[in-house]
């Protein structure tokens, strides 16, 4: 029964609620795609590097791809979207924004000449921060995509199913991971649950509900938020407590990221990101 | 200083279904699950590729250079080859002309 | 692969055999024949390959940082993803070099606990900080340049495996040298500010890059033998100026300069450059580790090394099935 929409058959309601759909998808592969990206190089052992950089590569390709579906819809093109937009204007949840740092990661950082965040990372950087960031994002990731496949919006159904292989290793991935380090060592058990415990309600910001979640639904362009949520965590429910770790419960959600509210850590990032494509915005580089 | 050295897992690949897996190189990984997840990316991030192996490398068990001379012929074996043989023109002599 | 004991080898002179075992291994290597992990080999082509391999191996993950600080600042998304795909490559030639060296009897770990403590040298163009982008791109063409002439070279040697580890890392190179060319051309045209970054670039780089092959002919020790060997096929020097009879025209096509000091000029006859010989002490100084950045480049290894300590006992752990109890 449903309509299949191109960028020239969408209402305008219908074409703002989209637009919206892929600022958050596009700038949360960005932002993930950014931060995984800062272990390249330094990672805990020479093929899990690989690995992981990997998947940073892909999620900043599927921000390309968004970028140029926001393109087609009349927005600027993808280099001046990721590079010149700030902070407000991003619509990602805090949870990908989040550094790899723990809480407790003050003091003085020696000068590696690297640039500061990756001194820092170097210093005082936690993987267990990293990879259970990446699980519970990715086992979102598989979940919203794989609803996409099906999205009536032809163009983002189209990317949604030639990603698929990706997604597929991502989660062989971090699944495997979480798996071996929650199960490893005592002190690998406890860094994971430490880890599962302070980005929890940042994760949950994946799912923060919009004012165009049910126009969204109702066209079949996407799944609900909430929908969506509940089916996550039905998901990562017995893949955590077979790890042997302690869900969260009654866990106030961090949402404001896809209404463009965010903290430090996101404006930090993007000085970082679009610090030399703003040096001459209008240049090739 | 050293800690855990993970063990070896030879890695073949098969570019395209039909073709025979190929030895590509190696990982260190601490069991196979993970040497599959390593050997993706190390050795199929640009070539095609539709499945890979991974194999514990002290389970190989090799011949040494030294017995190279082994796969040697020492003799005429031509015997067993198809190009040991004149039987075309022999089948034509007995009258069959066709394909052998 | 387990090796033999040290007494069964014979591998040095005025042991049992050693002449014998010799003159067939060097008919063998003259021959052009590969020689492979389980073969008889004088203890002094094992050491010296060793050294090779290793050094060649600790410049790939130590040549990863300078340009892995700047993944986070890449100008674009092209940028960013070949960037980043660039440095993986590098972490990827390391573990395939550290891979090639084991099979001659050392341990990765024991390799990279060596470059940590300062024991084992890297490139020396690796000593030297990344300051701008545009120092991105001039190691990503330049220098990259520079070691394909090497690696290109080393890929023909006689060791199987490193030659196989060669062969993959040329393939890759070969894109890291386009991308490379690629940032250098669009810095070159683009705005002043960004060709003054370039030339700003080239001119603190070109010290290195001509130190890069490594020490004059005249004051290489090692040449001979590993020539003999075929462990090294060309000299630093032809090294050197087949790295410059092709890529200084492309530069001064881009309108690039190299510093007056070094005297370049261009030998019609002979089809060679010739140049002011670098300072060799300098080189030898900052590989042995006092380069503007080296304890800093080393501090950097000896950290992502720590932290990534738990979780390689982690997962060796799970794996061997010695996992720690589920709570209740």
């Known amino acids: 029964m449903s309509d299949k929409y191109t960028p020239d058959t969408l209402t305008p309601e219908l074409k703002a609620a989209v637009i919206d759909l892929l600022y958050r998808l596009a700038d949360d592969s960005i932002v993930i795609g950014h931060r995984n990206s800062e272990w390249t190089g330094i990672g805990p052992i020479l093929e899990e590097d690989i690995a992981f950089s990997s998947t940073a590569q892909d999620k900043m390709g599927h921000a390309l791809a968004f970028y140029n579906l926001l393109h087609e819809l009349g927005e600027p093109k993808p280099d001046d979207l990721a590079f010149l937009r700030d902070a407000k204007d991003f619509r990602c949840c805090s949870f990908v924004a989040m550094s790899h740092l723990p809480a407790n990661a003050e003091g003085d950082v020696p000068e590696l000449m690297n640039n500061p965040t990756r001194n820092r990372l170097i210093v005082h950087g936690d993987w267990s921060i990293s990879l259970m960031r990446q699980f519970l994002f990715v086992e979102a990731d598989v979940l919203r995509m794989h609803a996409l496949e099906s999205s009536t919006y032809q163009p983002l159904a189209a990317i949604a199913r030639k990603i698929r292989g990706e997604l597929k290793y991502h989660l062989m991935h971090a699944e495997s991971m979480l798996r071996h380090l929650a199960t490893g060592t005592d002190e690998s058990r406890k860094r994971m649950q430490q880890a599962l415990n302070s980005v929890y309600p940042h994760a949950l910001g994946l799912f923060e509900p919009t004012q165009h979640d049910k126009t969204l639904a109702n066209a079949g362009i996407a799944p609900g938020e909430t929908h969506l949520r509940d089916e996550w965590i039905e998901h990562i429910t017995p893949l955590l407590a077979g790890a042997g770790l302690r869900q969260p419960t009654d866990v106030e959600p961090v949402f404001g990221g896809r209404k463009g509210r965010h903290g430090d850590e996101l404006v930090a990032l993007l000085a970082d990101m679009q610090k030399i494509y703003r040096m001459e915005p209008t240049g090739t580089w | 200083m050293t800690d855990t050295q993970w063990q070896v897992f030879e890695v073949f690949h098969q570019p395209v279904r039909g073709e025979p897996h190929v030895h590509v190189g190696s990982v260190h990984a601490p069991d196979a699950e993970t040497a599959i997840l390593m050997a993706k990316e190390q050795f199929a991030r640009r070539q095609a590729c539709v499945n890979i192996w991974v194999v514990r490398a002290d389970a190989i068990t090799a011949t040494t250079y030294e017995d190279a001379d082994i796969f040697e012929h020492g003799t005429d074996k031509s015997y067993r080859e198809a190009f040991g043989y004149e039987t075309t023109k022999r089948a034509k002599a007995v009258g069959d002309s066709a394909e052998l | ?328």
């Open chain 3, 1 to 328: 692969m387990v090796q033999p004991t040290r007494e069964r080898l014979n591998d040095q002179p005025g042991d049992p055999g050693f002449e014998e075992n010799l003159a067939k291994f060097e008919a063998r290597v003259a021959r052009g024949d590969k020689v492979e992990p389980g073969d008889w080999m004088p203890d002094a082509y094992r050491q010296q390959l060793i050294r090779l391999i290793h050094v060649h191996a600790n410049s790939e993950i130590c040549g990863a940082l300078p340009e892995g600080t700047w993944i986070p600042h890449a100008p674009s998304l092209k940028r960013k993803m070949a960037l980043v795909a660039k440095v993986q490559d590098e972490v990827g030639h390391g573990q395939l070099l550290y891979r090639a060296a084991e099979t001659l009897g050392k341990s990765r770990e024991e390799m990279i606990d060596e470059l940590i403590e300062g024991k084992a040298k890297y490139s020396n163009v690796f000593h030297y900080p990344a300051e701008t982008w545009a120092d991105v791109c001039v190691i990503a063409w330049l220098i990259d340049a520079a070691a394909i002439v090497n690696q290109k070279m080393m890929a023909e040697g006689s060791y199987g495996p490193y030659a196989r580890a060669l062969k993959r890392i040329c393939y890759e190179e070969a894109f890291h040298l386009t991308h490379g060319y690629d940032m250098c051309i669009s810095m070159a045209t683009g705005t002043k500010l960004q060709r003054d970054m370039l030339q700003d670039a080239v001119n603190r780089w070109w010290k290195p890059i001509m130190m890069f092959h490594g020490p004059s002919d005249k004051e290489s020790k090692h040449t001979e033998l590993l020539m003999r060997w075929r462990i090294k096929l060309k000299t630093n020097d032809a090294q050197r100026q087949e790295f410059l009879v092709k890529y200084l025209p492309k530069m001064f096509n881009l309108g690039l300069t190299v510093p007056a000091e070094w005297d370049l000029k261009f030998d019609e006859k002979t089809r060679t450059w010739t140049y002011n010989e670098p300072d060799w002490d300098e080189f030898v100084h900052v590989v042995r580790g006092n380069g503007p950045v080296s304890a800093q480049r080393l501090e950097t290894r000896r950290l992502s090394h720590e932290h990534g300590r738990w979780v390689r006992e982690a997962l060796a752990a799970a794996a061997s099935g010695r996992r720690v109890p589920m709570p209740n």
